[in-house]
């Protein structure tokens, strides 16, 4: 849109970096991958069958898969699906979604001074939503910070820029989904003050070449 500002007319464009979309879990899903990780955490064979931890980078306390007959009786990849097409739609509304397949999902059980490190994941999509959130993740070393970081995940986008932040910064919260390019590097900080778990789920997946091509 043109501007006037002194006289003087112009457009802001940016017509670079790559979108991220925020949404919400349905709370069927959310309670039935609750009562999923539970029972797992309770059966030591399980937990050793599902045990992705060794896949993974995060330094937290477990990683569990997510198996493909539990994500097809959620509708997991059905809602994960739908959410992706209308994210190509509003990128590009010529383009349509033909493919859409979940390559892996895990459940990842982080407690205090537990972290992911920076890294990226496989595939096209990517997405990270929380199931179990601490009501309170700790204070900052130094009283007067006025940035808590702890238990947040940051998107990170390259480097910096004139005019724009290589950092989109998220702070957990129980129902809330993002979905983002695989590409994309992401860390979660470690937290602190509290025993409570922080429990999200996350995703590989990929779609077709057209739709990938945006």
Same mark, same amino acid.
């Given at each position: 849109?043109?501007?006037?500002?002194?006289?003087?007319?112009?457009?802001?464009?940016?017509?670079?970096?790559?979108?991220?979309?925020?949404?919400?879990?349905?709370?069927?899903?959310?309670?039935?991958?609750?009562?999923?990780?539970?029972?797992? !955490?309770?059966?030591?064979? +399980?937990?050793? /069958?599902? =045990?992705?931890?060794? *896949? @993974?980078?995060?330094?937290?306390?477990?990683?569990?898969?997510?198996?493909?007959?539990?994500?097809?009786?959620?509708?997991?990849?059905?809602?994960?699906?739908?959410?992706?097409?209308?994210?190509?739609?509003?990128?590009?509304?010529?383009?349509?979604?033909?493919?859409?397949?979940?390559?892996?999902?895990?459940?990842?059980?982080?407690?205090?001074?537990?972290?992911?490190?920076?890294?990226?994941?496989?595939?096209?999509?990517?997405?990270?939503?929380?199931?179990?959130?601490?009501?309170?993740?700790?204070?900052?070393?130094?009283?007067?910070?006025? !940035?808590?970081?702890?238990? +947040?995940?940051? /998107?990170? =986008?390259?480097?910096? *820029? @004139?005019?724009?932040?290589?950092?989109?910064?998220?702070?957990?919260?129980?129902?809330?989904?993002?979905?983002?390019?695989?590409?994309?590097?992401?860390?979660?900080?470690?937290?602190?003050?509290?025993?409570?778990?922080?429990?999200?789920?996350?995703?590989?997946?990929?779609?077709?070449?057209?739709?990938?091509?945006?």
């Amino acid at each position: 849109t043109a501007l006037k500002k002194n006289s003087m007319e112009f457009e802001i464009l940016r017509p670079f970096g790559p979108s991220i979309v925020k949404m919400k879990i349905p709370n069927e899903i959310i309670v039935e991958m609750n009562t999923y990780t539970d029972e797992i !955490i309770k059966d030591e064979i +399980k937990s050793n /069958l599902l =045990d992705h931890g060794n *896949k @993974l980078v995060g330094n937290v306390h477990q990683e569990i898969l997510l198996d493909t007959d539990f994500m097809k009786k959620i509708k997991w990849g059905e809602f994960l699906a739908n959410a992706c097409k209308q994210w190509v739609e509003k990128n590009d509304s010529r383009k349509k979604l033909k493919k859409f397949e979940i390559i892996k999902s895990w459940i990842v059980r982080q407690y205090k001074h537990e972290y992911n490190p920076i890294h990226w994941h496989s595939g096209h999509i990517s997405g990270v939503g929380y199931l179990k959130v601490p009501k309170n993740l700790g204070s900052t070393v130094q009283r007067n910070k006025n !940035i808590n970081g702890n238990g +947040k995940l940051e /998107l990170i =986008d390259g480097s910096k *820029k @004139l005019f724009a932040k290589p950092v989109y910064t998220v702070t957990p919260s129980e129902g809330e989904l993002y979905l983002f390019p695989n590409y994309m590097m992401h860390a979660v900080y470690p937290f602190s003050d509290t025993d409570e778990e922080r429990r999200s789920v996350s995703f590989n997946a990929k779609i077709d070449d057209e739709a990938a091509s945006l």
